[in-house]
């Protein structure tokens, strides 16, 4: 497409950035600020916006944020979208090459991501990701932190983390939600018993779709491939909880 072009973004296009997200009504609040909280205040290390420019204006969008998994250089891809009117495979494309060869030129060893059903159908087909395990939606009143801490693969949460996605330093976070007559428990520090939650739990990992029930994709994209001999596609090595998808907002329950 000529005169595409792709760029890290600064803070100068914030408004940009923005409007891109807030088009079809914004049914996901977005603005300015929001985009900043996830890319410029992002405390566990490099957080990086690559926008698709056509004509002055965004018309696309990737973001990477790096996560703490033992010593991996790990990230996060994330707000993968772009505009309604140019929908397809070429702005995508442009993206997604840009981000490989950053990860590339930046030794990173693998991306994880929580796209839909339909995006991750297109970047397990055309750029290389894996859909190691769907995460079906579990109800319990446990969940043991060494379910979580046994795992090769899991994300670790800082403090500052903890703050900056909750804004409280606590044992677990639990968060009402609008469909459930019960919360769902985002994440945990320690031992949670008490009463019945929603949650993503190790023993609720999929190897394929659940036709009958909601289910979420969650794909791998490796770049170091001496991660395979670690078993780094294989479902039962990863443990995932709600909070390390940016999807689930913190609304919390005393």
Same mark, same amino acid.
């Given at each position: 497409m000529k005169g595409l072009s792709i760029k890290l973004a600064t803070l100068a296009d914030a408004e940009l950035v923005s409007s891109l997200f807030e088009e079809n009504g914004n049914p996901h609040n977005w603005n300015a600020t929001r985009w900043k909280h996830y890319y410029f205040d992002y405390p566990e290390g490099s957080a990086v916006s690559f926008i698709a420019l056509l004509d002055n204006e965004v018309v696309g969008h990737y973001g990477l944020q790096k996560i703490i998994i033992k010593d991996d250089n790990a990230y996060l891809g994330l707000h993968a979208y772009v505009k309604s009117t140019m929908r397809g495979i070429v702005v995508i494309s442009k993206l997604l090459n840009v981000v490989d060869n950053y990860c590339k030129d930046n030794a990173?060893?693998?991306?994880i991501g929580f796209a839909n059903k339909k995006f991750t159908t297109i970047k397990t087909a055309l750029f290389k990701w894996?859909?190691?395990?769907?995460?079906?939606?579990e109800e319990r009143t446990n969940y043991l932190l060494s379910d979580l801490t046994s795992k090769r693969f899991r994300l670790e949460a800082s403090d500052d983390w903890l703050k900056w996605r909750f804004n409280i330093i606590d044992n677990y976070y639990k968060s009402k939600y609008s469909n459930l007559n019960f919360p769902q428990l985002l994440k945990i520090t320690k031992d949670y018993? +008490?009463?019945k939650i929603q949650c993503w739990h190790p023993s609720g990992n999929l190897l394929c779709e659940d036709k009958n029930k909601f289910t979420q994709p969650f794909s791998v994209k490796?770049?170091?491939?001496?991660?395979?001999?670690? +078993?780094?596609?294989?479902p039962d090595n990863w443990a995932v909880e709600m909070a390390d998808s940016d999807t689930f907002i913190y609304?919390?329950?005393q």
């Open positions: 990173i060893d693998y991306l894996n859909c190691i395990l769907w995460l079906s939606f018993n +008490g009463e490796v770049f170091n491939e001496k991660l395979l001999d670690s +078993g780094i596609l294989e609304n919390r329950i």
